[in-house]
């Protein structure tokens, strides 16, 4: 009995096309060309133009002097400082309203969602109306709005002085809330630690104290807790570590801070305006206030789908075993539920890091305010500044998909 196999055929260059082993790979390579023509073209292009009209491409604006101020600062800044430092405080602005905007978003959106599906009609109902209300208005308008009212319907500073003030102070006279900010009374250290040079800006060395304390009580609080699920799984009986763990995330802190001696600095009215303290300006807090509540409509959303697609029969279960429906939800529903709200959750972080761009319809010098504001107004460099703010967005954007998506494995079904 004899086989017939069929002998190789020879390499032929109409192979590329004809034959489906070599095809798919024949028209990505063409592809790929296609696209580096392109982007090879764009560039020469904007070369050629950038030559006729007399400009190069350099990004040596940014070490000459900004020569504008900016009100919300993290670093030391001033006017005589260069744009690049000013692009930094900037950066540091967009981070500051995108980390407290999503801390409230996730907490309004985590809470509406739930109250949503509430059995209470009333509350079912008014959570439906701030959903659909600030779901179907455009961010801008909520931003513009809340700034309206924070600088219309504050007193002014002036209001406080006087025998007679028309204003007057909260917290035992240490909040004032005016048509310029708000202010607050700011943590100071009579022993303090200094900063830590960074040549480009400082670090307070309190500041790392206090974090590395954090840090520390988090992680033995960890271990105790791993110590006790291990106890658990081999005696079937879990030893009681609530106050061990307690004591440990408050008091080594409270001893730091009696060791720097800590104390607040209130604000005061000097002359036109309050010194001292920590000012929140009203651009910031409406445009935080704004994006919060308009992305946490969002959230809620997302949160309620999540809890909508856990069966049913979890929850009953859980209830058969005597479990109150509050730890039914924090202990059972929400965590299976996660799964399925943390995807969706990254594309509103995103948004919400985004539309802070808006921040310049207030004032509020974030990027889009300074690199892609005044410094490229100031500079004439508009490509360059363009390409830099847009690079930057991608970094943070990237830098919160990341970390969100390693969050969202953590929680993700392991196939055993």
Same mark, same amino acid.
């Given at each position: 009995?004899?086989?017939?196999?069929?002998?190789?055929?020879?390499?032929?260059?109409?192979?590329?096309?004809?034959? %489906?082993? $070599?095809?798919?790979?024949?028209?990505? /390579?063409?592809? @790929? &060309?296609g696209?580096? *023509?392109?982007? #090879?073209? =764009?560039?020469?292009?904007?070369?050629?133009?950038?030559?006729?009209?007399?400009?190069?491409?350099?990004?040596?604006?940014?070490?000459?002097?900004?020569?504008?101020?900016?009100?919300?600062?993290?670093?030391?800044?001033?006017?005589?400082?260069?744009?690049?430092?000013?692009?930094?405080?900037?950066?540091?602005?967009?981070?500051?309203v995108?980390?407290?905007?999503?801390?409230?978003?996730?907490?309004?959106?985590?809470?509406?969602?739930?109250?949503?599906?509430?059995?209470?009609?009333?509350?079912?109902?008014?959570? %439906?109306? $701030?959903?659909?209300?600030?779901?179907? /208005?455009?961010? @801008? &308008?909520?931003?513009? *709005?809340?700034? #309206?009212? =924070?600088?219309?319907?504050?007193?002014?500073?002036?209001a406080?002085?006087g025998?007679?003030?028309?204003?007057?102070?909260?917290?035992?006279?240490?909040?004032?809330?005016?048509?310029?900010?708000?202010?607050?009374?700011?943590p100071?250290?009579?022993?303090?630690?200094?900063?830590?040079?960074?040549?480009?800006?400082?670090?307070?060395?309190?500041?790392?104290?206090?974090?590395?304390?954090?840090?520390?009580?988090?992680?033995?609080?960890?271990?105790?807790?791993?110590?006790?699920?291990?106890?658990?799984?081999?005696?079937?009986?879990?030893?009681?570590?609530?106050?061990?763990?307690?004591?440990?995330?408050?008091?080594p802190?409270?001893?730091?801070?009696?060791?720097?001696?800590?104390?607040?600095?209130?604000?005061?009215l000097?002359?036109?305006?309050?010194?001292?303290?920590?000012?929140?300006?009203?651009?910031?807090?409406?445009?935080?206030?704004?994006?919060a509540?308009?992305?946490?409509?969002?959230?809620?959303?997302?949160?309620?789908?999540?809890?909508?697609?856990?069966?049913?029969?979890?929850?009953?279960?859980?209830?058969?075993?005597?479990?109150?429906?509050?730890?039914?939800?924090?202990?059972?529903?929400?965590?299976?539920?996660?799964?399925?709200?943390?995807?969706?959750?990254?594309?509103?972080?995103?948004?919400?890091?985004?539309?802070?761009?808006?921040?310049?319809?207030?004032?509020?010098m974030?990027?889009?305010?300074?690199?892609?504001?005044?410094?490229?107004?100031?500079?004439?460099?508009?490509?360059?500044?363009?390409?830099?703010?847009?690079?930057?967005?991608?970094?943070?954007?990237?830098?919160?998909?990341?970390?969100?998506?390693?969050?969202?494995?953590?929680?993700?079904?392991?196939?055993?």
């Amino acid at each position: 009995m004899t086989t017939l196999t069929e002998e190789p055929r020879a390499f032929r260059l109409s192979m590329l096309i004809y034959d %489906t082993r $070599y095809r798919s790979m024949t028209i990505q /390579v063409f592809a @790929l &060309l296609g696209f580096l *023509a392109l982007v #090879a073209w =764009l560039v020469n292009n904007t070369v050629e133009n950038l030559a006729i009209a007399g400009k190069d491409f350099n990004f040596s604006f940014l070490s000459s002097r900004a020569g504008y101020d900016i009100s919300q600062v993290l670093i030391e800044y001033t006017n005589d400082s260069t744009h690049g430092r000013a692009t930094v405080v900037g950066i540091l602005n967009t981070l500051l309203v995108a980390t407290l905007g999503c801390l409230l978003a996730t907490v309004i959106g985590v809470l509406v969602g739930v109250l949503r599906l509430s059995k209470n009609w009333l509350v079912a109902r008014l959570m %439906t109306v $701030y959903i659909e209300g600030f779901r179907n /208005v455009p961010v @801008l &308008l909520w931003i513009i *709005a809340f700034f #309206a009212v =924070l600088t219309e319907l504050t007193p002014a500073p002036n209001a406080f002085r006087g025998d007679n003030p028309t204003a007057s102070m909260f917290l035992w006279d240490s909040m004032a809330v005016t048509n310029r900010g708000t202010y607050f009374p700011e943590p100071l250290f009579a022993r303090s630690l200094g900063n830590l040079d960074l040549y480009y800006f400082k670090i307070s060395n309190d500041l790392l104290a206090i974090l590395a304390v954090l840090f520390a009580s988090a992680w033995i609080s960890a271990r105790i807790k791993r110590h006790a699920d291990k106890v658990q799984n081999a005696t079937g009986v879990r030893p009681a570590t609530f106050l061990q763990r307690l004591a440990v995330s408050i008091l080594p802190i409270v001893a730091l801070m009696f060791i720097l001696g800590l104390y607040l600095g209130k604000p005061e009215l000097r002359g036109f305006n309050f010194q001292g303290g920590v000012h929140l300006l009203n651009s910031l807090i409406a445009l935080w206030l704004a994006l919060a509540l308009y992305t946490g409509a969002f959230i809620a959303e997302n949160v309620r789908a999540g809890i909508m697609a856990i069966s049913k029969g979890q929850s009953e279960a859980a209830a058969a075993l005597g479990i109150r429906p509050g730890r039914v939800m924090k202990l059972v529903i929400l965590p299976q539920a996660l799964r399925v709200i943390i995807p969706p959750l990254i594309s509103q972080y995103l948004n919400l890091t985004k539309n802070s761009s808006l921040a310049i319809a207030v004032g509020y010098m974030d990027i889009k305010g300074t690199i892609g504001g005044i410094t490229m107004n100031q500079t004439g460099r508009e490509l360059e500044s363009m390409l830099l703010m847009m690079f930057i967005y991608l970094v943070i954007s990237l830098l919160i998909s990341l970390a969100m998506n390693i969050y969202n494995s953590s929680v993700s079904l392991k196939e055993r």
